[in-house]
């Protein structure tokens, strides 16, 4: 320990903000578990952690029926093509509308259009159009990552600070120079910094869309223990995605740490 | 005359930089236009270091973005080293008043963006672009990243970026403006040598009238917008100089106070003009 931290006031100290954190997360369980046991929460409705963690155990060293690893796989499959397809469409659309304002604005007033829609009730649309497998899940994925990709792409191309591109071109850069050394590396750190953002949407779009109409993934895991009235399998379902959204924020955030060293630290 | 670019000066029997008749009034929808340099000719002899003073909004950064072809003049003739200014000049050095580098690389990639974009192989570039970053006294700073670097330190790779592929032309906007007296000096004494080694020839913007004494061969005073060349004087000060210590020369105070009484009405009608907004 340093001695600046011997210093710091007892409230500031990492040690005890972790401290504490750990009991408020104890805490609610611990409230939840014995509210349960008290009959104050309903066990029908919102079940009880000491049900809960056997399901998940279960599921996972079950071997009849389908494995939770399969509905896992599925999730996460569509949850990246989501993400890899709504940011490919997103930079492309959004570095061109940014170069070319004419298009830029011919499109303004419907992509504005779209964007005031609640994405999420595309998904009864796309599970007509593109059935119950794969292809509807991410359809919903890509709607909801690409406006975000989009317009991080276009706002960070079109306020380039000038004095770089003037400053390039005076060194003696092509047209290909300015977009592959300034204008691209703006956009790319503009969807960096919005990528966890899009990356959580898009699960929310993937599940979301498993949850209404599917025959596999985690929401349509969720979907069926809600039909069969049994909420310790949805709680069951809603951990494991919530296990699933913390890792993959986790390893974005490695991933955006990676990308940002050069931004000043109160940037990143 | 310097024996190390003896092709640039002899095959430049006029002058490096010059301007005829140059004009540019910038137009947009809905305003009126606006003149930001009227008539204004100019000629720098290769070699020389002009200095550029007067108020602001006096069309000076224009005038070096007209010479390095960034902006087009809407009347008149302009040229540099012997070939007229037709769209963007890459064989001349630009500092910006604003951080020009590129946040996201590192000063020595900063510094071999020219060689590059010349297509100058890596190993190449490399031996240069680290001769000049020890030039600018950045030898440690290498691998670090432009936000990690003060003010100066940040000018200071600039100034090696702009003279990493040896332009025989260096067009300076404000460039020490933005940092305090002190690391300013420093950075004018630097650039004063680094001038006086290469034989650049140097225009130099500024609103500091002891700056433009203290660094030039000739001062060339601009009146408030439009702006207009109001006066212009030798600078016969010996070199080489310390820009702290030749203040305090008598010929630099007489050439102050004559260069003063010009630039006093236009900073005052300058000044008067932004109360009223126009």
Known sequence: ?268 | MNSRKPQVLTAMAGPAISLRGVSKTYRSPGKRPYVAIEEIDLEIDPGRFVAVVGPSGCGKSTLLSLVSGLLAPTGGEISLLGTPVRGIRSDLGFIFQRDALLPWRTVAENVALPLRFRGLGAAEAKERVEAWVSRVGLAPFLTNYPHELSGGMRKRAQLAQSLVADPAVLLMDEPFSALDVQTRNLMENELLSLWGAAAKTVLFITHDLEEAIALSDELVVMTAGPGRIKARYPVALPRPRNVTEIRFEPAFAALYKSAWADLRDEVTRSYERSLRGA
């Open chain 1, 1 to 268: 320990m340093s001695a600046d931290e011997v210093r710091l006031p007892l409230t500031q100290r990492p040690a005890v903000i972790r401290a504490l954190q750990a009991c408020v997360i104890v805490a609610f369980i611990l409230g939840w578990e014995l509210l349960g046991q008290a009959g104050v929460l309903d066990k029908f409705y919102y079940s009880r952690p000491s049900l809960i963690v056997p399901r998940i155990a279960e599921w996972f060293t079950e071997t009849g029926g389908r494995s939770v690893w399969i509905d896992i796989r599925v999730t996460v499959v569509e949850t990246l093509l989501g993400f890899a397809i709504g940011t490919g469409l997103g930079l492309a659309i959004g570095y061109a509308f940014a170069r070319n304002r004419l298009l830029g604005a011919a499109f303004d007033p419907l992509f504005s259009m779209f964007n005031a829609i609640p994405r999420l009730v595309l998904a009864p649309v796309f599970i007509l159009a593109f059935g119950i497998d794969l292809a509807s899940k991410v359809a919903l994925a890509v709607t909801l990552v690409f406006f975000i990709v989009f317009f991080a792409t276009f706002t960070a191309v079109r306020d380039v600070d000038h004095t770089l591109v003037d400053n390039v071109r005076i060194l003696g850069a092509r047209r290909r120079d300015v977009t592959f050394q300034v204008l691209l590396p703006a956009a790319f750190s503009a969807i960096v910094a919005s990528m966890r953002t899009s990356a959580g949407f898009a699960f929310a779009g993937a599940v979301v869309a498993e949850y209404i109409g599917s025959n596999q993934g985690m929401g349509h895991r969720i979907a069926t223990a809600e039909a069969f009235f049994d909420s310790t399998g949805v709680f069951a379902g809603i951990v494991i995605i919530a296990a699933l959204a913390l890792l993959l924020d986790a390893l974005l955030q490695i991933i955006e740490g990676r990308f940002s060293r050069w931004k000043p630290r109160r940037e990143r």
